[in-house]
């Protein structure tokens, strides 16, 4: 079979919410995917931001073959060694307090809603609490997490979604205060938001939540999914601004390719939100993915994985400047890190990224005109050049 018939018997059987491109991969070596005929991409999409040491990192595969051994699951009624490691390492890269593990992003940005929602119903002894959302933001698929995700057109076919979510400005504090009333229990936000178009968060902006927060005794939600995990080169991308969050999330690269994700609570929101009974999971943080989020921790430490990305980003942004500067298609470089975006205009974007993809590039879209730019965290100096130069032929 061809690969043109290998995607057409996939759209026999899968349902399509996905306009895919018309590629088949089937193995992934370094930075690098290859389709079933052969052809090779430099990956500078990382599957949306999670394979942040890209295929076959030394030491990752054997660390789950091993779990695999042992045993894949025993659920959340018992205690297993995994999860443990994996939590007091995450707390430690956190330097947070408590660590609930999901399945996926979506389901992170629900249990911080509920730890929120929880939160305010102990102090004040009543539910009917509200959150603040930002608009052009994106929280997940689930219906709490689409009840915070600011984009209209996510959301309405599924209307009524939860109630009492309120939508204010990213990066505009007024908007935010102007919305606060004495039911509010929560202000969710992305640190730099990715669908929207990569936006990160000024510091004064992230400043003045926090201390809005603290004047109302309102929890800040900070979204780390796809900012987090090293991706601007801290492991949360708030610890640059100085500024900590009552609740977090993360999935994306916690687990570098297999399903996990997770909140995380600071003291004063674990100690009085979620008890027994409050919230629960079969899967999630199950010995198989903690076994994965315990490499990715040991790896990041061990292979100086954070101060390779802030060593290389000046790099990659003086590059990209090059290609603002040369183009005309080409506004304006947004982004930290390796978390990058290109603002296209003139034509439409998904023309640069599929004319890349022709050339054995991947790179993904964010918002309407932004080509975006999230590789695996292991790339180097050659491969940002590579990038480089098949982007400047597709601009
Ligand atoms: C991807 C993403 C989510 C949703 O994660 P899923 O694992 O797809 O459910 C939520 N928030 C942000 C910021 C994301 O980038």
């Not at 900590?244 to 100690?271: R, Y």
């Not at 040369?326 to 304006?332: D, F, I, L, N, T």
Request: proline share 4%; aromatic share 8%.
């Amino acid at each position: 079979m061809n690969m043109h018939d290998q995607i057409e018997e996939a759209e026999v059987s899968i349902l399509h919410t996905y306009n895919r491109f018309p590629v088949v991969f089937e193995r992934g070596e370094g930075v690098y995917l290859y389709d079933t005929e052969g052809k090779r991409y430099l990956d500078f999409a990382a599957g949306i931001a999670v394979n942040a040491l890209g295929y076959h990192y030394p030491g990752y595969d054997e660390a789950l073959k091993a779990q695999i051994d042992k045993m894949l699951h025993t659920s959340n009624l018992y205690y297993n060694i995994p999860i443990v490691d994996a939590g007091n390492k995450l707390v430690l890269a956190s330097r947070m307090n408590k660590v609930f593990f999901t399945n996926s992003g979506t389901e992170a940005v629900e249990g911080a809603i509920k730890a929120a929602k929880k939160y305010a119903y102990m102090k004040t002894g009543r539910a009917g609490h509200e959150i603040i959302a930002m608009k052009n933001s994106f929280h997940g698929r689930s219906i709490g997490a689409l009840s915070v995700t600011g984009t209209d057109h996510y959301r309405e076919p599924f209307e009524p979604l939860m109630g009492g979510v309120r939508f204010a400005e990213f990066n505009n504090l007024e908007s935010v205060e102007a919305l606060v009333n004495e039911n509010t229990c929560a202000i969710i936000c992305e640190t730099i938001q990715g669908e929207g178009g990569i936006h990160p968060a000024t510091r004064d902006f992230l400043r003045g939540l926090r201390r809005l927060c603290n004047e109302k005794d309102i929890l800040l939600i900070l979204d780390e999914i796809q900012c987090g995990m090293g991706r601007t080169g801290y492991y949360f991308a708030w610890q640059a601004y100085g500024v900590q969050p009552d609740i977090m999330t993360t999935a994306k690269a916690l687990g570098c390719g297999v399903p996990v994700g997770a909140f995380v609570l600071n003291k004063k929101a674990a100690s009085a939100s979620l008890v027994p009974g409050d919230h629960g999971t079969t899967y999630g943080g199950n010995p198989f993915v903690c076994a994965a989020v315990n490499k990715v921790f040991e790896i990041y430490e061990r292979d100086m994985i954070l101060p390779h990305v802030q060593e290389l980003t000046p790099y990659l942004e003086e590059r990209l400047d090059e290609l603002v500067d040369k183009h005309s298609s080409v506004a304006e470089r947004r982004g930290s890190g390796f978390m990058q975006g290109l603002v296209i205009t003139g034509k439409p974007v998904s023309q640069v990224i599929n004319k890349a993809l022709e050339k054995g590039l991947l790179v993904i879209s964010a918002g309407t005109d932004v080509l975006r730019l999230v590789p695996p965290l292991v790339i180097s100096r050659a491969q940002v050049d590579e990038m480089i130069h098949i982007l400047d032929q597709c601009l």
